[in-house]
């Protein structure tokens, strides 16, 4: 796994690179080049969060004790990740004196305190727009543990009612043994019935056998 998150890493550097020399541009172009380049960085930008995304996905399946150190790791590219945000929508309302000049001509410096306050309205604008999609990530964030939890939820229900159907089926063996054991015993104890009634009769008719010869000889004695 954590092959994986260095490969995100080195993705990561690379996009973070070539977007922060794309922001030190925008301020010098204007017109609908700065418009592509602006739709350029932050196309590259969402994948940077995405790749963020992935990066905590990876920093969860790595052991414990390896995990503080990559959870490091990913905080410092988050927080560079959120500069970079800024530093973009500093960017998209910045002019260098020479488009600046270009776009107002002679009225420049009379200019001024419109440029600002367009300024001002731009960066609330901005600051609106980031928040709205800060909230639709968390929104989205949020609707994906919900999947994930109702998952789990079933998987465990799943589990429960296969567990249930265990123990049922325990139980229904353990009635038929009981019966089994029941059968059983009754039928020792008339086996064990009969050899003692077999035994008293073998008793009587010795004893009945016994008898006869005594008194056979008894008699025959008595004759003589």
């Known amino acids: 796994m954590s092959s994986d998150f260095e490969a995100y890493e080195q993705d990561f ?8 020399n794309k922001i030190g541009r925008i301020p010098k172009l204007s017109g609908e080049e700065k418009t592509q380049l602006v739709l350029n960085v ?24 390896s995990r503080a150190m990559y959870n490091s790791r990913l905080k410092s590219y988050k927080q560079e990740m959120e500069k970079l945000e800024k530093d973009f ?10 488009v600046r000049n270009e776009l107002l001509g002679d009225d420049a410096s009379s200019s001024e305190s419109q440029l600002v306050k367009l300024r001002e309205e731009r960066a ?25 939890t109702e998952q789990v939820g079933q998987e465990i229900l799943a589990n429960l009612h296969s567990d249930r159907e265990k123990i049922q089926r325990a139980r229904e063996r353990l009635r038929e043994t ?33 008898l006869t010869i005594i008194l056979a000889i008894y008699f025959n004695v008595r004759g003589h």
């Open 178 to 210: 009981d019966a089994n054991l029941g059968k059983s015993s009754r039928i020792l104890t008339g086996m064990l019935r009969r050899i003692i009634q077999n035994r008293v009769l073998v008793f009587i008719l010795g004893a009945i056998i016994l």
């Open 124 to 148: 609330h604008l901005l600051d609106n727009t980031e928040k709205l999609e800060r909230s639709s990530r968390r929104l989205e964030a949020g609707y994906q543990i919900a999947v994930e």
């Open 89 to 98: 929508k500093r960017s998209r309302i910045a002019y260098s004196d020479e």
């Open 13 to 20: 550097g690379t996009i973070t690179a070539e977007i922060t």
């Open 42 to 65: 932050d196309k590259q930008l969402e994948e940077v969060r995405e790749l963020l995304e992935q990066m905590d996905l990876e920093v969860r399946e790595i052991p414990i004790q």
